[in-house]
Each structure stands twice: as C-alpha cells, then as structure tokens.
C-alpha cells in the first residue's frame, strides 16, 4: 500500500510540472496574445465617383503568420463602417510579423468589394513601442458602384 502512494504521488508531481511547463510555454512567445500586443486599423469607406460616406460596410480583418502561406489565419476580426463611414478594428496581436488583409464588403451588392493588405512587422513608424501596438490609420476605402445597380 505504501508503495503505491508513493507512486502516485510522484506521478501527480510530474504531471503537474509537466502541466505548469506547458502553460509557461504558452504564455511566453510560443502562444499568440501573450505579450499584449495589438493591432489598431482606422479609416474610411466612401462611394469612389461622389466620395460620399457608406455605412454598414463589413470589413473583415485576417492575420496570416509572413513567413507562411497558410490559409488559417492566426488572427480574425470584423466591423461594419458607422454612418460617417469610419470604421475601427482593434486586433489582439502576435508575436511574430504578419501579413493581413482588410476586405470591405457591401453585403447588398450595390458595391464591388476592395481588399487592401499590410506588412505588420512590429517595427517602423507603425509600431508604438510603449504601447506595443501596431497602428494603421486611414486605410481608406472607396468602393465603385456595380453597374445597373
């Protein structure tokens, strides 16, 4: 009997240091978010040929890891353009560079889509340090009507 308690507390006390390394290992540069990092993108979605400002536009924001081609993205977001056109995305970020696109829709089909994409590299005039943001401002968008419509 006493054996056996012995051995099961070794075994509980080498699963929960197995346990405790494997969330060390997350929360460090393994896992995504773990820093506090975050990605801030502002801007506009107007008509191209009237400049006038169209609400309820989704933007949808996806984070690819740079070095890979991957169709998983690491990070996804999405908002819709407010009355005056603005929109806001405030991302979690990662720890390595990202390669992100930022697509405006209008679910209605009166307007064509438009994609814009960015090098989030966590370094540049970009990148806030103190804050540990990446911050991109007036990425604008100015959606063509579809013909017809």
Known sequence: MRLFIKNTIA??????????????FLDGKAGAYADGSRILITGTVS????AQPLKDIRITFK??????????????EETWSKEDGVYAIAAPG??????????????SSAYEGQMHEISVTWSGPSYDKKHNSFIVNDCNFQLQKIRGK
Do not use: F, K, N, Q
């Open 47 to 50: 008509e191209l040929e009237s």
């Open 94 to 107: 990662h720890w390595m560079p990202l390669r992100c696109t930022i697509i405006a829709e209008d679910m």
């Open 11 to 24: 075994l509980l006390s080498i699963s929960a240091a197995v346990c405790s390394c494997s969330m060390a």
């Open 63 to 76: 984070a690819y890891a740079a070095s890979e081609s991957g169709a998983v993205p690491l990070i996804a």
